[in-house]
């Protein structure tokens, strides 16, 4: 789970995998001005979109960082947008890299 505030928690990508994702339903539209994701890794370089969406059928990029990817703890998302659910996308994984996320928390 990473919305439940404990960091021994883990939600993990499949070993091997070559996309993952995670999403999460606010339970109603509303207004999130900040995202703080603890990176399992937080020396690794995460290269990833996240992604809002009103139904959780059609989807809207929010904050692209595959090309240059970031690091840290918290890494932290400042972008406001009304919606319902959001979802981490990691689009393009080699064979050796799995991320994990502790606790990803939405404001």
């Known amino acids: ?10 939600w993990a990508a499949a070993k091997g995998a070559s996309e993952a994702w995670i999403q999460t339903d ?4 509303k207004t999130v001005v900040r995202q703080e ?6 020396w690794k370089n995460y290269q990833f979109i996240i992604e809002i969406s009103p139904d959780s059928k059609t989807w809207q990029t929010l904050a692209d960082h595959r090309e240059s990817g970031v690091s840290g703890s918290p890494v932290v998302i400042d972008f406001p947008a009304q919606t319902r659910f959001l979802r981490i996308s990691f689009p393009a994984l080699d064979k050796n890299t799995h991320p994990g996320i502790f606790e990803w928390i939405a404001r």
Do not use: C, K, Q, S
């Open 1 to 10: 789970m990473v919305a439940d505030d404990n960091h021994a928690t883990l």
């Open 26 to 29: 606010l339970g109603r539209t």
């Open 37 to 42: 994701i603890r990176f399992e890794y937080p």
